[in-house]
């Protein structure tokens, strides 16, 4: 079992720039796969990025468009969302969530029931 605090949100401009970190407790961390999720007030909970447990492979949203950098470090139980040029419409509530199952690129690896223990979020505004 494992469990994943998130940290790192705030407020920032419009084309301003926040790093994410999320600290799982334990020691099998990199015996699992790593999630950002994001949910807008009133809208469903959206993958975001995500990389597999030795961290050979990551997989973004296509939302991201290049604006997104995943990355874990497993010595340091820790993977972290660095997030650039960031537009209004990614202000959202942003969880962290590990899988006991690697991913492989399916679009299952995607929805967030691939995923086993989640954080209880962090607040992202982006004001205009």
């Known amino acids: 079992q494992v469990q994943v605090v998130e940290s790192g949100g705030g407020l920032v401009q419009a084309g301003g720039s926040l790093r994410l970190s999320c600290a799982a407790s334990?020691?099998?961390?990199?015996?699992?796969?790593m999630g950002w999720f994001r949910q807008a007030p009133g809208k469903e909970r959206d993958f975001v990025a995500a990389?597999?447990?030795?961290?050979?492979?990551?997989y973004y949203a296509d939302f991201v468009q290049g604006r997104f950098t995943i990355s874990r470090d497993n010595s340091k139980n820790t993977v972290y969302l660095q997030m650039n040029s960031l537009k209004p419409e990614d202000t959202a509530v942003y969880y962290c969530?590990?899988?006991?199952?690697?991913?492989?690129?399916?679009?299952?690896?995607?929805?967030?029931?691939?995923?086993?223990?989640w954080g209880q979020g962090t607040q992202v505004t982006v004001a205009s």
């Open positions: 969530a590990a899988s006991a199952k690697n991913l492989y690129g399916r679009s299952s690896n995607f929805d967030p029931v691939w995923y086993d223990y």
């Open positions: 990389v597999t447990r030795s961290d050979d492979t990551k």
């Open positions: 334990g020691r099998t961390f990199s015996r699992y796969a």
